[in-house]
T-cell receptor
Framework: RKEVEQDPGPFNVPEGATVAFNCTYSNSASQSFFWYRQDCRKEPKLLMSVYSSGNEDGRFTAQLNRASQYISLLIRDSKLSDSATYLCVVNRNTDKLIFGTGTRLQVFP | EAGVTQFPSHSVIEKGQTVTLRCDPISGHDNLYWYRRVMGKEIKFLLHFVKESKQDESGMPNNRFLAERTGGTYSTLKVQPAELEDSGVYFC?????????????FGPGTRLTVT
């Protein structure tokens, strides 16, 4: 079983839609959580960290449920430029990042 | 400020040959990481340097892989001899300090194909 599980998608949504991605992690020792974005054939880039209280950055909202070992990312008012793969990443208080396989989002006009 | 750079961007070699990948971290970043994505799988950690010292090499798949960071600046990852299953994208990342307090910045990757 993978340590970080994500629905690979693709999620195909129209511009302006709201879309949510979920991710589960299996190791309860995980302490830090992130969403990375990866464009096709490019490097992963940090989108946002995820905090227990939930956090928002513009159109993006991330939530963490430690009891259920579940992380989510909500994107409101989707733009064409949001098309990418979204990687759920956890960290167990070492320097190693543990990645999910990613969820692909395609926003169409 | 220049980001993490990697060379080459692509490499195609035959099984049994040797390949050396290079990573130049962001200037001043003492922490350097290697990751790998094999087709259809998730990105996986290989190892972590702090300056020239290997801090964690728990992700290195076997002794055909050798990473070095002489002088604590750029790093090389050598695969010798390469096998078909080594094909994938090798990412390097660097950070100013320890995770999770400091962000890891990734390079564009080296796409390795072993035929």
């Amino acid at each position: 079983r993978k340590e970080v599980e994500q629905d690979p998608g693709p999620f195909n949504v129209p511009e302006g839609a709201t879309v949510a991605f979920n991710c589960t992690y299996s190791n309860s020792a995980s302490q830090s959580f992130f969403w990375y974005r990866q464009d096709c054939r490019k490097e992963p880039k940090l989108l946002m960290s995820v905090y227990s209280s939930g956090n928002e950055d513009g159109r993006f909202t991330a939530q963490l449920n430690r009891a259920s070992q579940y992380i989510s990312l909500l994107i409101r008012d989707s733009k064409l430029s949001d098309s990418a793969t979204y990687l759920c990443v956890v960290n167990r208080n070492t320097d190693k990042l543990i990645f999910g396989t990613g969820t692909r989002l395609q926003v169409f006009p | 400020e220049a980001g993490v750079t990697q060379f080459p961007s692509h490499s195609v070699i035959e099984k049994g040959q040797t390949v050396t990948l290079r990573c130049d971290p962001i200037s001043g970043h003492d922490n350097l990481y290697w990751y790998r994505r094999v087709m259809g799988k998730e990105i996986k950690f290989l190892l972590h340097f702090v300056k020239e010292s290997k801090q964690d090499e728990s992700g290195m798949p076997n002794n055909r892989f050798l990473a070095e960071r002489t002088g604590g600046t750029y790093s090389t990852l050598k695969v010798q001899p390469a096998e078909l299953e080594d094909s994938g994208v090798y990412f390097c990342a660097s950070s100013q300090g320890r995770t999770p307090l400091f962000e890891q910045y990734f390079g564009p990757g080296t796409r390795l194909t072993v035929t």
